[in-house]
């Protein structure tokens, strides 16, 4: 398998989703952030049912990323990437996920009687401050390279430098149940509570989403790789070319057992700061305002879908793009209306 170089690279202009659930092996530019995404639908098919996207809001500070894991395959899946792909839009100039999580799973819950469900994995980077905003919808843990102490690691609540920053959901306070089951995948709760977590990230830094497929391969003894498995085959590989990490995980792991990734959709994806936007362009800022104006015409146009409304928040607003989220987060003013 080849893998991208930077000529291949797809640039995310500002307010553009780009992805879906076909066949892709890419790098992609972003405001401060650099992605490689790979993803191979089973049986060699056109379409799979793993999802993908990636989008960059008005003024390209606001990043965000979208593994997601849906049940079925190929064209059965094309009509959810497409809800999945409004939903990006209709998301994509808010720092917090937490609605965008939300109404994921209220899509998912009306296919539940259809057996629709799905795992994802949520993260939203916010090119000013270097910060990774993360949840999972019973999604498969990120693994976190930490450039500085050169170590890989678990992306979770218990990973060293990580802060809770925030619990969202469907229901109002009143009818929800704290008690609730959290982080259950797409679907299979109205209620569900999705945690949001916040990782400041340092340029060299890489963060790598996958889907199932890779933990359920087999090692030379057969056995189940799981995340510790996998874990320890991403630690034997060399970090200085990421354009060519996934190439090179992906052939550790058909090594070890000729069924593997074979099975099931294939799908990954690793970013990495780059750190050559750490301040917002002044053009992004002055062009912001039209990009958005035109993003909402385009929707009324098409009868009020995808609406790309900003988040309601001062900091998104009032142009505090140099305030770290944890200091919103924290002092709880995240919070935001529809």
Known sequence: MSHTSDHDA???????????????????????????????????????????????????????????????????????????????????????????????????ALLADMGGFATAAVATFYAPTNELLFSSAGHPPPLFYQSKRRVWMTLDAKTPGVFAARQSRLATEETHDPDAPADLPLGLLDDSRYSEYCLPLQTGDLVLFYTDSLIECSGADGQLLSTRGLLEIVRSLPVDRPEAFIAQLLESLRTLHPNNLTEDDVTALLIRPNGLAPRMPFKNMFLGPWRLFGGLLASILRLGRDAPWPEWSRRNLLGQVYRPIREDMQNGRSETHD
């Open 10 to 108: 797809q640039e995310l202009t500002c307010m553009e989703v780009w992805g879906g659930n076909q066949i892709a092996e890419s790098g992609v530019i972003m405001t401060g952030l650099d992605a490689w995404v790979f993803c191979q639908p089973y049986q060699n098919a056109a379409r799979g049912g793993d999802v993908y996207y990636m989008s960059s809001c008005a003024t390209g500070r606001i990043n965000r990323l979208l593994v997601a894991d849906v049940s079925g395959h190929g064209d059965q899946v094309a009509a959810t990437a497409s809800h999945l792909r409004g939903l990006m839009r209709r998301f994509i100039n808010h720092i917090n996920q937490g609605k965008f999580i939300a109404r994921m799973n209220e899509q998912f």
